[in-house]
């Protein structure tokens, strides 16, 4: 029925997690497959912060978020496992094929993907920006208005104004010094700052200085432009004043919606609203042969983090493939 190939292990989702899984299963000689939504392999890392420094992934006392993707790449790609980028996973079925019982995942592109077992490593599921309430605000994509920061190079020379009061927000202000035209205007609707107090303070300091210019409570009414954004309008909430200020980039960093989408109705027993409840030891999830590791995965008192998730995948993976293999689950070291 499918005009893809059987393989051993299907990866749902390509983060940290999901190619930590494809190296386990790759090392275990396994036929894989990783089916991601987005047009890149990294998950929150890639689409999110990847000019930003982690400092806690084992092994790696600092690192860049897409040098950490690279070499993660590098690692759990080296088996060439059949990558399929820009789909969404949608639908789970069990199907028998030749007297083997099998599961297929469908996308929004295709399938049915076939394979022994599968393993979900989705994050938060496929996510989407929060935008300002600004009418007409998605027609501004792609002409000035950014919801993440992917390349400082971009932002080179020019006029910015963030908005945001968490820990992006501040990061960014910070973090695009050395790059946007000063001030950089940072508008967020209260007075007081969600994010961690020395990046506020740094802030303040340099806005001391002339290179931040802190708006508070201020809210972006209007974006103007003729092809590309010049200006935006922004009130301030407490006078009720308004002011236009040039910016040629307007970047919103208001957090991310995310939804386990379809996932969510295949019938997996979840751990609260948003992940899918595993069983620690295993990493299986209430359907047979479906595990679940990284983010996405629940149980109590689980910490989310790369790390964790990275635990997680050679977990999911060394016991997939003892259960399809009919083994006990035994580490097989890399070293050689
Ligand atoms: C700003 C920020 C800073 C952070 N800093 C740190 C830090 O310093 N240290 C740390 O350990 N952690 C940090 N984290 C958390 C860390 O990024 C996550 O724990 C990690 O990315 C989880 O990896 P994952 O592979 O489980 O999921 P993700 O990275 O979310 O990857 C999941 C992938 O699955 C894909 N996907 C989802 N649904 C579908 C679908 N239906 N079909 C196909 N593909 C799908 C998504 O597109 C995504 O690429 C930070 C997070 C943020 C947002």
Redesign the pocket.
Known sequence: MSEHGVVDIMI???????LAAAYYAGHRDASVRI????EQVG???A???PEKH????AGHPRIMGTKLIELCAEQGLQYEPDVRLG???QTLERVSQSGEELLAVGTDKGGPYLSRALII??????FEPRKLGVEGIDDWEGKGLHYVVREKAVFDDLTCVIVGGG??ALDWTLGLQDTARPPIALVHRRDSFRALETSVNEARALQDAGRVRIMTPCEVRGVHGDGRITSVTIENTKTGESEEVACEALITLLGFHSHL?A?AEWGLELEGKRQIKIDPTTCETSLPRVYAA???AGYPGKI????I?MGEAAIAANNAIAQIRGEKVQPKYSTD
Do not use: K, M
């Not at 089916?35 to 987005?38: A, G, Y």
């Not at 982690?54 to 992934?57: E, G, I, K």
């Not at 989310?304 to 790390?307: D, N, V």
């Open positions: 749902l989702g390509a983060g940290p997690a999901g089916v991601e939504s987005l998950g929150q890392v689409a999110v912060y982690v400092y806690d992934v789909e969404e996973v490593t989705a994050g938060h599921g496929a820990d992006s989408g996932i990284g983010d996405v989310t983090l790369i790390t998730g």
